[in-house]
């Protein structure tokens, strides 16, 4: 039996017996001493290092794409080993720090992503309820006369009064990603550093020697914490895609009033036209970079919003020329990404079949003219998928995995499904 299947027994062996030139010697913080055979086997280096089995030495790094599951512990005591006690160990250790950091930052994360889900969803609501009453149904008369501007400063102000919770809810939601990307700083700039060192071919003493935060490239490995940090943006593309529908919507019932107003439509952050190409350039990124970094859920998600603007924004442009150029491009890409939103789906995530049946609601929608109207159930259905479902991880507790897109997942929480 190898010494490392029965270390209570090399711990029992009196220290003189121990041959230091064979079997080194490694004393922790805390007191207690071991051969490095003993406590290598304990802490598993063999998870970093590659070892030869014909020599019993190290030859190389190991990229391991498992989550540490704790911080390396003295065998007897379960004090945490320190760095600066023995360097043995290092890698081990700022591989299990980085893993905790990331824990933490994909739970604390999530749950904020979750709290924020829900008041976007609570803004929806009464949006949708307070819509129809933003534009009166007939033009407001005075003395029996038709009160154009009357009429379009009831419409502004309405809008105004409605706009307060959207705002509020878009700042909470970029303050979330502030908080979430100086959080996420010092884990990103030390697991890229590490996995920097591991993709180029030098000597391992050459390795360490180079290592350092500041000398991380393009990593070989995706990065495990961009659920969260992608989620965010997603989150911030929601609310304004909410914010849009819900203001050209507006301005097609307007345009269709046909108002003979000289008092213009007034919205909040400036028009809806030209906060609809801003929308567009910012959703295809986001859509891009989930991805590159293997996340088929937010990319869908974030193709149905988009598909969703496309159309509102040819509604409102049915009956004018300046923009219906753009409407028109924006409808041909939509199709296109909800082509690559179908392929997506063969990956397994949560709740592919509800984005299958939104991408064909939402490609039917794409496929009629800009002034055929579009069904509140063909609206709902595709609503219905982005917002089915809050769930994520939920906890830390237990044991990590990794899904097979490479993110961490733990098998305590049975919703972790529905973020991948």
Known sequence: ???????????????????????P??????GHFFTTETLDGLVGLKDVYSLDASTGLFTGLI???????????????????KQYVTQRYNRLINRAVIDEMSKRFIVNGQQELQQLQGQLEDVRK????????????EIVRLRGEAAHEFTMQSINDEIRNRSGDTIKLLNAVKAFQRRMDIRHQPTY???????????????????????????????TKRDRDQRITLGGRLLEIKVRCLVLEDN?????????????????????GGSPLVKTHQFMK????LIGDCIRESLPKLAVEAILHYAQIAQSFGSAQSGQDNNRAKAI????LARILLTTADKLCEHPFGGRDNFRQAITAASEMLSKEFYEAVSKEELESIKQAMVSGRGGIATHSGHWYKCVNGHPVSYCSSLSQSMF
């Open 282 to 285: 910012d959703t295809e990124k």
């Open 1 to 23: 039996m190898k010494p490392e299947e029965q270390p209570d027994m090399i711990m029992m062996l009196p220290y003189a017996d121990v041959d230091l030139n064979d079997s």
């Open 25 to 30: 010697i490694v004393v922790l913080s805390c």
């Open 63 to 81: 990229e391991n794409a498992e989550l540490s599951a704790s911080i390396p512990q003295c065998p007897n005591c379960r004090e945490p080993i």
């Open 329 to 332: 491009d924006y409808r041909k």
């Open 248 to 268: 050209l919507e507006i301005m097609r019932v307007v345009v269709r009033k046909n108002l003979l107003s000289k008092l213009p439509l007034s919205f909040s």
């Open 189 to 219: 700039k030390l697991h890229q550093a590490t996995l920097h060192s591991i993709s180029r071919d030098d000597s391992l003493n050459a390795e360490f020697a180079k290592l350092t935060i500041d000398s991380s490239e393009t990593s």
């Open 126 to 137: 009464e949006l949708e309820a307070s819509q129809k009453g933003v534009v009166p149904a």
